[in-house]
């Protein structure tokens, strides 16, 4: 087995158990399981294992001392399930959840390649009985309501049975914490017992669970070796009856095996040159693949289903940080990410009406579609977030050709979310000039709210204007729009300071006096825990990407001069307080030949979870992020970049021998190798795609486009 498709606890065991919980948690999109062990079930083992289910979640009413009209009402928190691992074995008289068994863990690994993660521990009761324990678990890819485990136990130094049961029963810890970015709020679920299955009722929402244990009968002569299967059904209490039979444990294998072995076919990022890397790349890429649903009614949680930081909510991550990843190598999630936007459209458009405005406007966290941001000036007044759903379709659509399912699927939101930026912006007098400005929102950086023009929301919301201007002639829909459309897109207000030559994040900022950066102790970041808003707001501090994010975007749009400018500038006032900030800047490193600095932002992208480089990998992974490794890597070392075909160009660091991924182009799958001073392309004969090799890089374009 080729180790850099292994990541094991060993090199890992100085962490938090915490901490490998959340590293070592399987999922499938729909279930995600928390790497818990399986022996140490009661409550004072300090870890905090549990499962969850995209989408599972609680609400309750918000509480604000202060109240304000249209301010969000409801809480949504994805309920902690259950610890799905969590074994009770008896052995005579001996029961291993009253006592304390000492258990050793001997290996814990997850074999990326295959789905599956495997533990052995050795342990003893305290009258001396002694066996091996080994434990094979995962969530079905095939079956995506199924999660399997299979336990077997060896050398035992004794003869009488042992009963293994699997009692599942809420162990709830809540975070002690005033960290806004974990749930604190205590969901208890209700359980109801049905003979073999039990549902759970979230007390709020009233959504119901049930939960099947099926196989392992768990009963035992010991002295020789025991197996026993579990499988784990869970499904929507209302949804379909449970299926009668079980899969068999090998059936649920082969399946996990051959779905894996389509993902990294597809997906796979070969890196020469350092091993570390390697695994972390994989790594980061396997956790995306767990996190994202699947079925066009949920979406990829910030946190995936590992943890319950951002209590399991949906933000931009998904468009901005994710979708490039799943567009370019998994069309088909990509697919059904962006359906569940589609699906949410009512709740936006009732939102757009709550706030007097046209069209919809999408929530800045959610769940069900329901805002939940009790944040405003960080929260719904990010207004991007209509953009970049519709930046997101475009890109799906560009890449690959599925023009029906914009027409039938995307085409709606585009067309919302242009008419909610129409009533919400206004045409103003601004430098001499009428322009169309959009005032009082928070771009990305949510070090400033409530700012008037923000770079990154114009770029995105002009080209939100511009692409439904396309799609009304295409489809000859809302055409009486298109005039306003293009005015207020051609309109659109852009700050430059010219005395400076640098871009405006907003009309403000570069207006505002510098953090004191000199005089912040290391301690005080991220800033967000240590200061009030206020204090924040009025200085120029970036928590993360903000004008270099547009400027990734829409690179073409500006000089290398410019780029190479504003870079620099924003480089000294960025924090990178939020995980999603660094990969934009080692991407954009690339981009202007400071490749030194793109390496070292992209190593704290890539390795940012198995470092714990932000200290809060115990309440789940950085899925945003781990997007972002791969943004670095194929938009920055390998220069990807849209502009009616794909251009590719070469960046590689130093320390990389050799880069080489695939690529979803049009339906055609691409294999780029870059090598010092090289960019290689390989694709089938017949593919209907050309190359240009250019002195720049390459581009590969649909035929169809030449002739
Ligand atoms: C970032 C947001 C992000 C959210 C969830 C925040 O810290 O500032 O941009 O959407 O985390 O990942």
Known sequence: MDKRFLLQAQELSHQKPEYLETLFAVGNGQIGVRAGHPLKVNANYPGNPGAFVNGFFDSEPIQYGEWAYGYAKEHQTICKLPNLRGLSLSIGQEQSTDSVWQTEQIQLTLNMAEGILHEFYHVETPLGKAFDLEMQSFASMTRSEFYVCRYTIKNANFTEPITVSHPLDQRFTVNQTDDPRVANKEHQLLKEEHGDYAIWTAPHSQKKLAIRVIGGDGQIQSGESLTTVFQLRLQEAEGAPFYQDAVDFETFVAEQRESYQQFWAASDIEITGDQELQMGIRFNLFHLNQGA??????????????????????????????????????????????????????????????????????????????ETSAYYPAGTAQLHINADIVYAFQLYERVTGDVRFIEEVGSEVVFETAKFWLSYGDFIEKDGKLSFCINGVTGPDEYSALVNNNFYTNKMAQNNLYYAIELAKRYEKNMELIDQWQQAADLMYFGYDASRGLTKQDDEFLEQSVWPFEETPAANYPLLLHYHPMIIYKHQVCKQADTVLAQML???????????????????????????????????????????KAYRYFMDTALMDLTDLQKNVVDGIHAANMGGSWLSLIYGFAGLYYDEGIRLSNHLPTEIDELAFKLSYQGEELRIILREGSVECQLAPESGLFIEQTAKGIWVRKIAKKI
């Open 554 to 596: 829409f690179m073409g749009d500006f000089t290398l001069e410019q780029l190479k400018q504003d870079y620099q500038y924003y480089e000294k006032v960025t924090t990178h307080d939020s995980s999603l900030s660094r990969s934009i800047f080692s991407v954009m490193a690339s981009r202007i030949g400071e490749t030194a």
């Open 293 to 370: 649903g699947r079925d066009g009614r949920t979406n990829f949680a910030a946190k995936g289903l590992t943890g319950e930081g951002y209590e399991g909510h949906y933000f931009w991550d998904t468009e901005m940080y994710l979708l490039p990843f799943f567009t370019y190598t998994n069309p088909d999630i990509a697919k059904a990410l962006l359906t569940y936007r589609a699906t949410i459209l009512p709740q936006a458009q009732k939102r757009a009406q709550e706030l007097s405005q046209d069209g919809a406007l999408f929530a800045w966290r959610t769940i069900d579609g329901q």
